[in-house]
């Protein structure tokens, strides 16, 4: 039988944006209680006046920085009692920084990728998993990516960001076995989002020619195979999706129309 997700109580990290943002609006539709974290407050609030208009959408705004361990541990422990049992956790708050070649490349880009993408993602899960385990029952899915399989240019400490976030995916699930607890690893190619603005700071130019001519996921495409994900039989873990644009087949191949 296919779960609902009526009144479960859903974690999701990166929600200001992006895939995050979707994933609220998806799990928002499908009844859920959603906690919303990210740095940008005012993007948090606007997300949940629109939900709460839309769709009646019970939210915790929690403006955190997952860099940060104490911020993220003070901030899930606590939780007022009614928003402490996370049903599910949607570990997607990630980013990118430059393409400069690895012998080359600033020092605080590869910090900040590494903390937030590998050390962020661990905060969260160390926080809320045993709670989890505590209550049996539970779903974490990370967002990896294409990277963490497909290394490219100027690419390699992101890519290994994500192929850590593959290890840890695997590595939870193994320690979780024998628990109801579920892990599954979300792994796309390429999503219109923020994402490449973040990676280029801001120059436009730059991060609008990753999509030119060709069709990108878009950030529904993911939230919508997550809720698949996280609505399957309780007995069904998915632990792994690879999903890919059509006019992509690999990081190195794109199928662009010229105009
Ligand atoms: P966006 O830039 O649109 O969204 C990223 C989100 O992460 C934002 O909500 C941002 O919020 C949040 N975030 C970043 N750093 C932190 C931090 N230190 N603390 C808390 N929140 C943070 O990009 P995407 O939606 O594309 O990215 C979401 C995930 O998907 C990332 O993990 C990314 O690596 C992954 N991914 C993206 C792909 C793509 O092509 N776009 C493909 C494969 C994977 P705020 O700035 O408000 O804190
Ligand atoms: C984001 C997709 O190919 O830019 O993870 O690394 S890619």
Partial sequence: MTLSLRNQCVLITGASSGIG??????????????????????????????LQKQYQTQTLLLCVDVQDFQTVTTAIEGLPTEWKAIDVLINNAGL??????QYDSPIQDWEEMIDTNIKGLLYVTRAVVPGMVERDRGHVVNIGSIAARQTYPGGSVYC???????SLSEGLKIDLLGTPVRVTNIEPGLVET????????????????????????????IADTILFAVTRPAHVNISEIFVMPTDQSSVAHVHRRTV
Avoid: H, W
């Fill in 96 to 101: 990118s920084r430059g393409l400069d070649k």
């Fill in 160 to 166: 290994a960001t994500k192929a850590a976030v593959k």
């Fill in 21 to 50: 943002k979707s994933c609220a609006q998806f799990f928002a539709q499908a009844g859920a209680r959603l906690i919303l974290a990210a740095r940008r407050k005012d993007k948090l609030q606007t997300l949940s006046d629109d």
């Fill in 194 to 221: 923020e994402f490449s603005n973040v990676r280029f700071r801001g120059d436009d130019g730059k991060a609008n020619s990753v999509y030119t001519g060709m069709m990108p996921l878009t950030p529904d495409d």
